[in-house]
């Protein structure tokens, strides 16, 4: 069913547009970094299932701009159970790889619940969040919400899913800051999160310490841990202004950059466009992050304004861990790349976030179609 011309009028067409933009860019560089890893007549398989799952997130969140966001209010508490339930099968059912559990296979599809938990989350905060923001200038409030995201936090955290967690955690503190929480009680719990740490240190993997300690110097462990850091500044370093060109990367090519097409992307486009791929890309990210703040100053009311701030923490969030990943002043977590990074999963929820930024603004002015 296709948009009527009054709902075509009211779409954001510059945030369309920096969306279109970007996902041709991630298709280009995800061709790149993967042709040379699939022999035959498959060797652009990546990008060919990339570009076809594109298509069909865009026919879907077409079709979800017929339907208000309102009528997520409804639907945020059955959402909420639903997560549950999928995080809880992955623990059951899921596929194990790289050391972690965090994948469930449904046919030839692949899927990661923990990325749909994140907008599912943004969902069911809103509308929590919503109902019950004159409670938030009491303790009383503020834990409540905090235990409501305890849940799913703590089994994102279970697989292990270090990354994703710490996503709930910004989309958290964000959606609450902008619901009136109050900010000096909200600064204790910063402080006594910060004070925890020596004890949470425990908690973590192996691998996850690991990842911290390279993080201060990765050459403590050139062929383990630090690898992935020290291959991936190589790579963002050798594009230099201009970079080599598209397919002319010789870290990526020759597979010294690992993960390239998912959690090293950003590297690949360092290296294969230079300073200039890199500042593009950076451009195209600060008009959707740009478009969905005024997104958020425009929405038509109370939880409007909370579901936008949720999908624009979630991608400023990953923006910053990733890229800071990839150059070496963050530490490396599994966090993609918003619609660039490779995945079904990350792909889809992105794209629906998207959708929840478009729809929010065609009925900015609570109008009903």
């Keep these: 069913m296709l948009l009527s011309s009054r709902q075509v009028k009211r779409i954001d067409w510059l945030l369309v547009a920096a969306v279109v933009v970007l996902a041709a860019v991630g298709m280009a560089v995800i061709a790149s970094a993967t042709h040379v890893n699939v022999p035959g007549e498959d060797r652009y398989w990546?990008?060919?299932?990339?570009?076809?799952?594109?298509?069909?997130?865009?026919?879907?969140?077409?079709?979800?701009?017929?339907?208000?966001?309102r009528n997520l209010l409804a639907a945020a508490r059955p959402l909420y159970a639903i997560n549950l339930v999928m995080l809880l099968a992955v623990m059951v059912v899921g596929q194990s790889a790289l050391g972690a559990q965090r994948w469930i296979q449904i046919g030839p599809i692949t899927l990661q619940p923990s990325e749909f938990s994140k907008i599912i989350m943004i969902i069911a905060l809103a509308e929590m969040l919503d109902r019950q923001r004159s409670q938030l200038a009491a303790w009383r409030g503020i834990l409540t919400v905090l235990a409501y995201v305890g849940v799913p936090f703590l089994l994102v955290l279970k697989q292990p899913d270090l990354g994703t967690a710490l996503v709930l955690v910004a989309i958290t503190l964000a959606m609450m800051y902008v619901a009136g929480a109050d900010g000096r009680k909200m600064a204790y719990l910063a402080l006594a999160a910060t004070a925890a740490c020596p004890v949470l240190w425990h908690f973590l993997h192996d691998y996850q310490k690991n990842r911290i300690l390279v993080f201060w110097d990765p050459n403590i462990d050139p062929l383990g841990a630090g690898y992935h850091i020290i291959q991936s500044q190589i790579a963002i370093g050798s594009g230099q202004l201009l970079g080599k060109g598209l397919f002319g990367g010789t870290q990526s090519q020759l597979n010294f950059l690992p993960e390239n097409h998912t959690d090293f992307i950003f590297a690949v486009i360092g290296e294969e466009f230079g300073l200039v791929g890199g500042l593009f890309v950076l451009f195209l990210y600060g008009v959707i992050l740009y478009r969905g703040l005024r997104i958020a100053g425009e929405a038509g009311d109370n939880f409007g304004l909370l579901l936008v701030t949720g999908v624009v923490a979630m991608l400023a969030f990953h923006l910053?861990?990733?890229?800071?990943?990839?150059?070496?002043?963050?530490?490396?977590?599994?966090?993609?790349?918003?619609?660039l990074s490779y995945?079904?999963?990350?792909?889809?929820?992105?794209?629906?976030?998207?959708?929840?930024?478009?729809?929010?603004?065609?009925?900015?002015?609570?109008?009903?179609f």
């Design 46 to 69: 990546y990008l060919s299932r990339q570009g076809a799952f594109f298509i069909v997130n865009v026919l879907l969140v077409a079709g979800l701009l017929h339907f208000s966001y």
């Design 320 to 339: 910053l861990v990733n890229m800071g990943m990839t150059m070496g002043i963050m530490p490396v977590t599994g966090i993609p790349l918003p619609l």
């Design 343 to 368: 995945g079904v999963s990350s792909l889809t929820a992105n794209m629906i976030g998207v959708g929840i930024l478009l729809n929010v603004y065609m009925r900015r002015h609570k109008i009903m």
